[in-house]
């Protein structure tokens, strides 16, 4: 079975929690728009992923994605046991895309009610796009 996500609006961390136990019971997630997630917190996050990127060196890491796909996929990464094997399945299982492209299925869009970033409004947010730029 496939399920398609949409990631705008959503929380960053708490949308990749459920992309990852859905992945981890053997469901293909697709997850669309992600350059449309927000991350909680002020513009001093932006400085410490900043930071990070410019440690080590170029050829030997710690090795940092620049795009807003690649960005989502390593959060939802760090929420399985990548180590073991199960885990490598279940990160080869999820999918994510820029906007919505063709040949995936959008009429039945499912969203986290949990991980909506509405609930804190009174935070502060940045979008994936933007920290996706100023990387």
Known sequence: MVTTVDATGLILGRMATYVAK???MGEKVNIVNCEKAVISGSQS?????????SMGSPFHGPFYPKKA?????RTIKGMLPSKQQRGRDALSRVRCY???PDEIDTSNLISF???SGDKIAAIKTIK??????RI
């Open 22 to 24: 859905l992945a981890l």
């Open 45 to 53: 996050k932006l400085d410490k992923m900043h930071k990070l990127r």
């Open 69 to 73: 796909e690649r960005i989502v996929k």
């Open 98 to 100: 820029i906007g919505q």
């Open 113 to 115: 009610p949990k991980a």
């Open 128 to 133: 994936i796009k933007t920290v996706s730029e």
